[in-house]
T-cell receptor
Framework: QKEVEQDPGPLSVPEGAIVSLNCTYS??????FMWYRQYSRKGPELLMY????GNKEDGRFTAQVDKSSKYISLFIRDSQPSDSATYLC??????????FGTGTRLKVLA | SQTIHQWPATLVQPVGSPLSLECTVE??????LYWYRQAAGRGLQLLFY??????ISSEVPQNLSASRPQDRQFILSSKKLLLSDSGFYLC??????????????FGEGSRLTVL
């Protein structure tokens, strides 16, 4: 079993839709969680960083962590074509090892 | 503000040739530095990390090596490239000293094709 599972997609949604991206994990030691956006042929860009259960909001993005279920989510409101990218989840227990999901490809259709 | 620079952005190298990818971080001191490789559909693989000058930890034994000659400089090298070394290489850093629970920031990446 992989430490982090993420649906590869692709996920296609119409412009303006609410997007839900998810990752599950198996290691209860993970305490710090991140979401990245990666455009084609570019490095990942950090979108959200959280370290506690609950929600964290930043503009159109909301990160949700449920440590009891070992489940994290990223919600994108009012999705735009410019949101079309691959979204990676990542987590760490506080060591130097960050574990990444394989990424979900998102397409927002105009 | 902190920035990370990585170069070259793209390179095509013959099998058996040497490799040198360079990464520098600006606007911070004593960063933890990382080299990752990203393969399509396989996520990010940690290759090396460094907590200080001359301190390198290798995660995966392979044809590559890393060096940190200065506090904010991280270099990925190979003496003889293999076809399997092709991929997208990413340098990253965290601002924490002595720990790794900070945000991890990536460079723009270097795409290597070995022919």
């Amino acid at each position: 079993q992989k430490e982090v599972e993420q649906d590869p997609g692709p996920l296609s949604v119409p412009e303006g839709a609410i997007v839900s991206l998810n990752c599950t994990y198996s290691n209860s030691a993970f305490q710090y969680f991140m979401w990245y956006r990666q455009y084609s042929r570019k490095g990942p860009e950090l979108l959200m960083y959280t370290y506690s259960s609950g929600n964290k909001e930043d503009g159109r993005f909301t990160a949700q962590v449920d440590k009891s279920s070992k489940y994290i989510s990223l919600f994108i409101r009012d999705s735009q074509p410019s949101d079309s990218a691959t979204y990676l989840c990542a987590m760490t227990s506080g060591t130097y090892k960050y574990i990444f999901g394989t990424g979900t490809r998102l397409k927002v259709l105009a | 503000s902190q920035t990370i620079h990585q170069w070259p952005a793209t390179l095509v190298q013959p099998v058996g040739s040497p490799l040198s990818l360079e990464c520098t971080v600006e606007g911070t001191s004593n960063p933890n530095l990382y080299w990752y490789r990203q393969a399509a559909g396989r996520g990010l693989q940690l290759l090396f990390y460094s907590v200080g000058i001359g301190q390198i930890s290798s995660e995966v034994p392979q044809n590559l090596s890393a060096s940190r000659p200065q506090d904010r400089q991280f270099i990925l090298s190979s003496k003889k490239l293999l076809l399997s070394d092709s991929g997208f290489y990413l340098c990253a850093w965290t601002p924490m000293v002595g720990g790794a629970d900070g945000e991890l920031f990536f460079g723009e990446g270097s795409r290597l094709t070995v022919l």
